[in-house]
């Protein structure tokens, strides 16, 4: 019988669902609108991150996931109807079996709640879930099977995973609550601060992608941001720099560097030296953010790469651990999850 394949990166920004035979078939930000009366869906993904901050009081746009885990079961389980739906179809014969990705620092209660919001999804029972830094450690292609140290930093909205992989197994991992978001919030901080403008977390986001580098860069970037003026209360243009940017984001870059030196300090001399052959990947949205690569080669003295699509590595290896399920059963701990 025909068996369809997905794996999920239920991220706190994006979920990215991957399908055997495909690759990534969908990517859509983790937002819901709902109508604030009767908490009726009225859209999700991309048409509802299209709302955050422009829509009427009996609208309310929310993420159901905060920091990696649920924060809204009910929400969460609906946008995973929603997207599974909208890959497998509405009318399907057979469930498809279901890989999501968790970080690797939750709880089992948190853990339970992400495979019980995917089986009333619709997804065939059981579904599996796999470390985030292991599913982009195998979605970057390391060489993960022979006995190796490979160390992977996973940046993504909510949370920042670092572990050294070996063998399909995490040897020594991390996860701090630091990521894309928090750098959002520390930019949005830095423009009110600074110019006594109020930008939305869409306009911080924008001016991250844009010109955002965590070291100085040789030809500095300029961008116009508009927003509302503290003060005065009505519209007004501002002129923000990426040398502002990175001093704004200095702090929490600092912390996602001292998880991965917290990494570092604790791997077995062995993998140490694979590691210091092998360097650091880079994967995740995060990831993207100038110069990061640069900074953590500096701070650790380890050479850093970006994978080839750091964006997509969690949910190809989501797809790809389940179509080898085999290789690392031990490695997922099923009955703990």
């Not at 050294?164 to 990521?179: E, T």
């Not at 992608?209 to 009505?234: A, T």
């Amino acid at each position: 019988m025909f068996k369809r394949i997905v794996g999920i990166d239920l991220g706190t920004a994006n979920v990215l669902v991957y399908v055997k035979g495909k690759g990534v078939v969908l990517n859509e930000p983790a937002v819901v609108a709902l109508a604030a009366n009767d908490s009726k869906i009225v859209a999700v993904g991309a048409a509802a991150r299209d709302m955050i901050g422009r829509t009427p009081g009996h609208i309310n746009v929310v993420r159901p996931l905060k920091d990696g885990v649920i924060a809204d079961y009910l929400i969460t389980e609906a946008m995973l109807r929603h997207f599974i739906s909208k890959v497998c179809g509405r009318w399907r014969m057979v469930k498809p079996e279901v890989m999501i990705c968790v970080p690797a620092g939750v709880t089992s209660v948190e853990l339970r709640a992400v495979k019980e919001a995917a089986e009333q999804a619709g997804a065939k029972k059981p579904v599996h879930l796999i470390p985030e830094p292991l599913a982009a450690a195998i979605g970057a292609r390391l060489p993960l099977a022979s006995p190796g140290g490979n160390l992977v930093v996973d940046i993504g909205g909510g949370t920042t995973e670092a572990a050294v992989i070996s063998m399909y197994g995490l040897v020594v991992s991390r996860s701090v609550r630091v990521a894309g978001n928090r750098i959002d919030e520390a930019i949005a901080a830095f423009v009110k601060r600074k110019f006594g403008l109020i930008i939305g977390e869409r306009t911080a986001e924008a001016i991250k992608i844009e010109i955002g580098s965590v070291l100085p860069l040789e030809e500095e970037r300029k961008m116009e941001v508009r927003g509302r003026d503290q003060v005065s209360g009505l519209p007004k243009t501002i002129t923000v720099t990426s040398a502002g940017v990175s001093q704004a984001i200095a702090e929490p870059v600092s912390q996602i560097v001292a998880a991965v030196k917290a990494v570092l300090e604790q791997t077995p001399p062995e993998l140490s030296s694979d590691v210091i052959d092998r360097g650091i990947m880079l994967t995740g949205g995060g990831a993207l953010l100038r110069n990061l690569d640069r900074l953590l080669a500096q701070e650790t003295g380890v050479s850093c790469h970006v994978a080839e699509d750091p964006l997509s590595c969690v949910a190809i290896g989501a797809g790809l651990a389940l179509e080898n399920l085999d290789l690392l059963k031990g490695s997922l701990q099923e009955e703990d999850y």
